[in-house]
């Protein structure tokens, strides 16, 4: 396949959705009312996460099958996951967001689509119109009274299905969902958990006093950052999508290690990758003058990074909140043009060798002193390696899974491939101009 950078002739629009039944899932059994403690990467999430997970069809399980073993199994998992059928509320005393785990249930929808799956197109190219396959909001209920997870079943004509699923971000981070899904597919089976959940997000509580000894140049307070990172854009974006096999990947590994001289580079299929799109991102914005002082900017690149095995001592592998801090990597637009690629590589993977313990930490403490986000020119958001279409399920593992897209110049997506399991998809979104340079540059390099 190589490196594929080309819009397909058309997107479907409209799936053509019907919605059939609408509920909410309570647990079966009474559980404990009480407040949950939100930390402070918990508190700055609060928005919803869209994934589709897509399912060919199975003789042994039509999607009315299914959906109903969805519904028990959710229930059941409302006991461990109690948080999940809770409501956020503000604590009067604090001023803190937190989890009232009052069992109000999370929601359910069953609906279904007049095409066949085969005919809604390439799952692996972002298709806005997938997001009607998300329920997002139960229009019964107050705004405040708003579950924190709904999942939707959508048959297809073929007996394909679909599941969407929307959660608020405050309650699993990318590792943690994958838990959740996989203690779903456990108890869809009548099987028992896959992993007990940890949910005691005490763990990342900021310390007392809070004491903040780094630099967090990652950060910013909201009145500083203009824009942050995730601010929404009025721009015209064009989005295409660069597709990249395990050949090209290791080409790029290569080329990585060819020029690293005395580099300590991680050469990782992330460190790589991510390199690549910095270079290319980074020297497409604006315009060159002859004075070169677009060429004088700072480029900074933000990515998440998983803190549970690097804090002291370590946080369980099943802590079930958010637990990914924000690394970066800065330079000057000229040194990441004129740098070895193994430097840019090694920039790259420096950014998570500094979330040591006490760094993570600090960031941790930086947010109990400051109103803030991640700041940056932009976020490399990776669902490469989640392993969600690795869930298996009573009817087989997803054909794909995927995020409903939302296009962001300053976010761009790395998601698996449908055809090759070590091949990535790299979703760039940004304005014209600014395309054609990145698809230049991109071009370029991996050819050279």
Request: glycine letters at 6%; aromatic letters at 10%; a negative charge.
């Amino acid at each position: 396949m190589g490196t594929i950078c080309e819009e397909p002739p058309s997107l479907l629009q409209d799936l053509k959705i019907s919605i059939q039944n609408v509920s909410l899932v309570f647990p079966p059994q009474q559980t404990e009312r009480k407040s949950m403690f939100l930390s402070n990467i918990d508190k700055v999430l609060n928005f919803p996460v869209e994934t589709v997970h897509f399912f060919p069809s199975h003789k042994d399980f039509p999607p009315r099958l299914v959906a109903e073993k969805l519904k028990t199994a959710l229930a059941k998992l409302l006991v461990p996951y109690d948080f999940l059928a809770g409501r956020l509320r503000t604590n009067p005393e604090t001023g803190r967001l937190e989890i009232d785990c009052n069992s109000a249930g999370i929601g359910f929808a069953e609906a279904t689509s007049e095409y066949t799956l085969d005919s809604i197109g390439d799952l692996v190219y972002p298709n806005p119109a997938f997001g009607q396959l998300i329920y997002k909001t139960m229009d019964n209920l107050e705004q405040d009274d708003q579950p924190l997870c709904i999942v939707q079943v959508t048959s297809f004509k073929c007996g394909g299905f679909a599941v969407g699923i929307v959660t608020n971000h405050m309650t699993f981070d990318g590792l943690s969902f994958k838990i959740f899904l996989d203690n779903l597919g456990a108890l869809a089976a009548d099987k028992p958990l896959a992993v007990t959940p940890c949910n005691d997000r005490q763990l990342l509580a900021a310390r007392s006093p809070p004491c903040v000894p780094f630099p967090h140049l990652e950060l910013a307070k909201f009145h500083d950052s203009i824009p942050p990172v995730f601010d929404a854009t009025s721009e015209a974006l064009d989005f295409k999508v660069f597709r990249l096999t395990s050949d090209k990947i290791a080409n790029l590994k290569e080329k990585a290690k060819a020029s690293s001289g005395t580099s300590n580079a991680r050469i990782t299929g992330f460190n790589v990758v991510t390199a690549l799109v910095w270079r290319c991102k980074a020297l497409s914005v604006g315009e060159q003058t002859i004075e070169g002082s677009n060429l004088d900017r700072v480029s900074t690149l933000l990515y998440a990074v998983n803190i549970r095995p690097r804090l002291v001592p370590p946080l369980p592998r099943s802590y079930a909140g958010n637990a990914v801090l924000t690394a970066y990597a800065r330079a000057k637009c000229k040194e990441i043009e004129e740098m070895p690629f193994s430097r840019l590589v090694e920039m790259v993977s420096e950014g998570a060798k500094r979330m040591t313990d006490e760094y993570a930490r600090s960031a941790i403490d930086w947010g109990e002193i400051y109103q803030g986000f991640p700041d940056g020119e932009f976020l490399v958001s990776s669902w490469w390696n989640l392993g969600f279409d690795e869930v298996d399920y009573p009817w087989g593992r997803p054909k794909y899974s995927c995020p409903v897209v939302f296009h962001r110049k300053d976010i761009i997506l790395l998601f698996p491939d449908i055809d090759e399991a070590n091949g990535v998809n790299i979703l760039v979104s940004l304005p014209s101009k600014e395309m054609s340079k990145f698809q230049v540059l991109f071009q370029k390099y991996m050819a050279a």
